[in-house]
């Protein structure tokens, strides 16, 4: 805990060390000269109270006074004050003095403002007195500094008894023993002191009260106002209240104890409330603590025990925390019951009891690690906006810290909103906090609307967790700590346990009862014992990512138990059934076998559905799916699932390597975990299974599917790019299109090739001879295409094209080259490949119908060299090979030019073909195995496509800065199907792919020209087919000279 924060609360330990020098600053009070007040005067003033040692006497002495209105009647051992006096009484001798009675309606009363004039009654010096008795009023009410005492006992001083039955009032200490002993302190009346920064009620100082009783009030006023009772380095055998002590100072303390004080037994049946915490024990001992039934315990915090010990802490009555949250530090010391370190000193309670009520507007108990606590009862009720009982990480802890049993009875509720028990150490220092058990009794009642008990991480139960009672929380134990303990549930109400992260839970876990259980083990959890579930009750486990469960699982009773088991997770002992319990079980991860071999043991009258179970291998050799036990025939199996990788094909011949003991007809399917390139078929009345190999879902299939339509999208749209630049140049200077040209030049501005599937050149018809064109044109695409068994292939292509055109003959030819990085994912399959092409082009305006339409033709060739990246997956098995692809294409293309206005029309047909090369390839296992054992060879694959296209446009001249085009068509596959082979293992196969035989395409285009040469463009185009999907956005900038 950080000291600093005392500052904040009350002071406290800057109290402790100044008290010396504060006290010390009052005079001899033999000195002192008090100015009375008037004669007709109400009210008698006590002058000090001085025991001088020059002159030993052995009788009792009268006390002396100052003060011309004071009056004492001696009866020989009692001195009485019975008239109101403006003096002082002053016992200041090394002697015994009489007994001292302030009668009923007396006023003794210290007005003096003089230097060291200031207390109505000093005893000093070691004087020593039988007993006080006050039954009027003392005060100490001058303004001199504000310092007057209403009695001021020090300097080995004794009082035997002191009795308040009336009231003292003083600005400054009302009482301050000071190196002096009260043997019996009763406080019957009212003791105040108010206004002052030094308004202390009761003060004690190096000093010994063996009882202390008050059944009236001690009460210090006023914001400025301190404690209203101080007790440093001091022993009191017996304290007791039944009345009220409050403190109205801003963080002040009810009852404050600090420094070395020791009280042997503290009760309270009254009030005890501070502005800052109600009782403060500061490095200070208390034998036995009880709040009892009627007792009230008020303030931010109820009890705060830093750096102490409390051997036995009972609460019958109230405790109410009003601290709120409005920092860190309050957020930490505020509660119920707090117990902190002081610096490297840590509290200590032997016992904790609460059988009363517990409020807190923060935590209901609060421990800081190193905190010392052996055992806690909660027989009552604790209801906290955070956290019911909280332990958290101290700024001091040298040592481990240790917390016995945690124990709800019967009866009691423990609430936190934010958790009902929390473990929440955010340790950095190596050092642990235990907690030895913790047990909810039947009857009792965690609550929560998070956890009901939370463990965080470094930190330690190592008792077991025994829940009988109810839980009503989102999750009963959350665990990503160490429980070293069994957990055991009989409670009526359910059971929820998350084990998560790097969690530990050594022991056990048991449900039994009709509450049931769910169990949640995830991240890299581990449970080390065994899952027992009897009852009546639902349980649920689900055990996933890389957890574990050491142990087995069983079910007895009517118990319906539902298991997951996924991802990597393990079960290692399998699992037992007995009696009318039933279970439904989904394992995709591995669970093993007990000690007779069996992963399922049906002994139950119940049904057992197995929803699915993987088949794992090791070295190609399958785990056999093994159930025994008395009712094998109830035991029904939905799928089982054959890993695929690493696979020895052979070990499909005989069904018994997959599953044994229970009849054929029991189980629906068998498959492999692979994409469906491994096909199983599989007959329950005969139990035969076989195998085959389908490449076509296969890493064949994907690529050939990509690749292929990547080479005919990509066709598409470079011809359109490329055909487009050269076109421009044709329509300019060939004599057929002279009279098309010159019907634009009042708009500045040509388009031509409306034929294709995005805008591209704008030919600007200035006077002068423009016989090239260069162009620059980024693009990205996002693509989507089925595989097979209705798995797609997602991802992005990224690309960058350039090409160059030129007139030669009153012919266009030219060039381009382009290059593009595909990145493609499935969940069996990756393709990341990198594409590199070029081509050649020709283009002729060959014939001008009329000056308003022209046919044209376009020829081009293009050769495309592919690096593929292919990837496989199962599950986390990886293989890859790097194969290239060689691919090749003609195309010729005949088209018609419509001009109408601002408008020109362009239908358009072409015959195309696509040829390519894929070379033969192996895959290779990187991590774990996702091939079959004996590998997995893919052959040369060639391709030889045939189609045609016929396609519309319509541009459309809006400004001399603004132009569009829409577009659209169909292309016709003549063959889509083609044919490849593969080996699997020993098995051979050839498998044929089929190409959707019609795919669409639409375009659009808003074309931007700057000047006479330059131009850009921003382009959308998308391809179509009932296989899948191709958008492209690019930006195309245009030069011409």
Known sequence: MNPNALESKSNVKSKALKFNSFDSNLKNPKCLNYSLLPSSTLFLSLSVISVLNTTPLSAAQSWTTQGTSISINNTGTIDTIDTNSTGSVIANTGTTYNDLVIDNGVTLQNTNNRTNQFNAIDINKGATIGSIHNKGTISATGTMNNIGYGMYIQSGSKVGTFINEGSINTKNFAIQLKQGTIDNFQNKGTITSAETKNSYGVVLHVSKIETFSNSGSIITKGTLSKDAVFVNTATIETFSNSGSIKSEGNNSVGINILVGSSISNFENKGTIEGQGDSIWLQTSTIKTFVNNTQGILKGKAGIHIWGSTIENLTNKGTIESTGTNTSVSELVWNGGIVATAYDHTQPHIKTLTNEGVIKAKNNGIFYETGAKIETFINKGTIEAEQYGIYIKKSYYQLNDGEIGKIILEDGSVTEGKAGGISLDIDDGTGKKTTIAGIEVKKGATLKSENAAIAVAPNNHITGDINIAGKIEAKTGISNAGIISANISSSSDSPLMIANTGNANITGNISSSGSGGLNLSNSGSGNIGGNIIASGSGKVSIENKGTATIAGSISASDSVALSITNSDDAKINKGITLSGDAQLSISNTGSIGKNDKGENITNNSSGRVTIKDWVITNTGGKLDTLTIAGSNTNGVKIDKIIIEQGGLDLNQLDNLSNVVSGIPTKNISSIVTNGSGDLSLSYDPISGLLSSSVDLNAGIAGATYRNLMNNAIRRSAFIDSVVGNSMKSLSNMFNTPSASVVSSFEDRDIYYADLSSLVSSDILFSSKESK????????????????????????????????????????????????????????????????????????????????????????????????????????????????????????????????????????????????????????????????????????????????????????????????????????????????????????????????????????????????????????????NFDKNGVMHTGYTKFNYMW
């Open 771 to 1022: 016989k090239h064109s260069l162009f620059f044109l980024p693009y990205h695409s996002y693509q989507k295409t089925e595989l097979s068994l209705g798995e797609y292939s997602k991802g992005n292509i990224n690309g960058i094209i350039t090409g160059y055109s030129t007139k030669i003959n009153n012919a266009l030819h030219g060039i381009y080259i382009g290059y593009e990085k595909i990145n493609m994912q499935s969940r069996y399959f990756d393709i990341n490949n990198k594409a590199y092409y070029t081509g050649l082009k020709y283009f002729n305006n060959f014939y001008a119908l009329d000056e308003n339409k022209e046919i044209y033709i376009k020829l081009d060739s293009k050769f495309t060299f592919i690096n593929n990246d292919l990837t496989k997956k199962i599950s986390d098995n990886l293989a890859k090979a790097n194969p290239k692809t060689y691919g090749y294409a003609a195309t010729a293309s005949i088209g018609i030019n419509f001009i109408q206005g601002d408008n020109v029309f362009s239908p358009e047909i072409s015959a195309a073909y696509e040829g390519g090369y894929t070379q033969s390839y192996s895959m290779e296992d990187i991590q774990g195995s996702a091939t079959v054992k004996g590998g997995e060879r893919y052959y040369v694959n060639k391709l030889n496509l045939f189609s045609a296209k016929t396609g519309f446009s319509w541009y459309r001249d809006w400004h001399p800065h603004f132009k569009t085009l829409a577009e659209g068509g169909v292309k016709i596959n003549i063959n889509p199907l083609t044919t490849s082979s593969a080996r699997f293992g020993t098995i051979y196969a050839k498998d044929s792919y089929l190409l959707p035989r019609v795919s669409e395409f639409i375009g659009a285009s808003f074309i931007i020209p700057l000047n006479s040469a330059f131009y850009l463009s921003l382009n959308y185009t998308g």
